[in-house]
C-alpha cells in the first residue's frame, strides 16, 4: 500500500511560483508512474501532467505546458511539480497520484493511490 502525501501548497500572487512536492512511502516508488491532477470548485478532477517511473516520459496538459514542470527523485521517494507563472485559473486543489506501473497515464481512473491535496489559490 502506498501512501501520498503532498505539500508546497498556498496563497501567491498571479505570474508567481510554487513547488508542489509528493511524499510517497509504503511501496516501492520507483516502479509507479506519478500523476498530477487537479480540482476546481465546482468542476471535475482534470489531468495536469504525468511522469513515467524512470522519469523518461512526461506530459502535461496543454494550458500548462511552458510553465509547470514535472520532476521526481526515486532516491528520495518524493515526485514534485513546478509551477511558473501562475493564473487565477490555476486555483485548485492539486492531487498527486500513483499507478502500479511503471508507464505515465492522463487518466485518473488508472491511478491507484492518491494523496490527500494541497490547495494552491492564485490570486488576480
Known amino acids: 500500500q502506498v501512501q501520498l502525501v503532498e505539500s508546497g501548497g498556498g496563497l501567491v500572487q498571479a505570474g508567481g511560483s510554487l513547488k508542489l512536492s509528493c511524499a510517497a512511502s509504503?511501496?516501492?516508488?520507483?516502479?509507479?508512474?506519478l500523476g498530477w491532477f487537479r480540482q476546481a470548485p465546482g468542476k471535475e478532477r482534470e489531468f495536469v501532467g504525468t511522469i513515467s517511473a524512470g522519469g523518461a516520459t512526461i506530459y502535461y496538459k496543454d494550458s500548462v505546458k511552458g510553465r509547470f514542470t514535472i520532476s521526481r527523485d526515486n532516491a528520495k521517494n518524493t515526485g514534485y511539480l513546478q509551477m511558473n507563472s501562475l493564473k487565477p485559473e490555476d486555483t485548485a486543489v492539486y492531487y498527486c497520484?500513483?499507478?502500479?506501473?511503471?508507464?505515465?497515464?492522463?487518466?485518473?481512473?488508472?491511478?491507484?493511490?492518491w494523496g490527500q491535496g494541497t490547495q494552491v489559490t492564485v490570486s488576480s
Open positions: 509504503g511501496g516501492t516508488f520507483s516502479r509507479y508512474g
Open positions: 497520484a500513483a499507478r502500479a506501473s511503471t508507464f505515465s497515464s492522463s487518466i485518473t481512473s488508472t491511478y491507484n493511490y
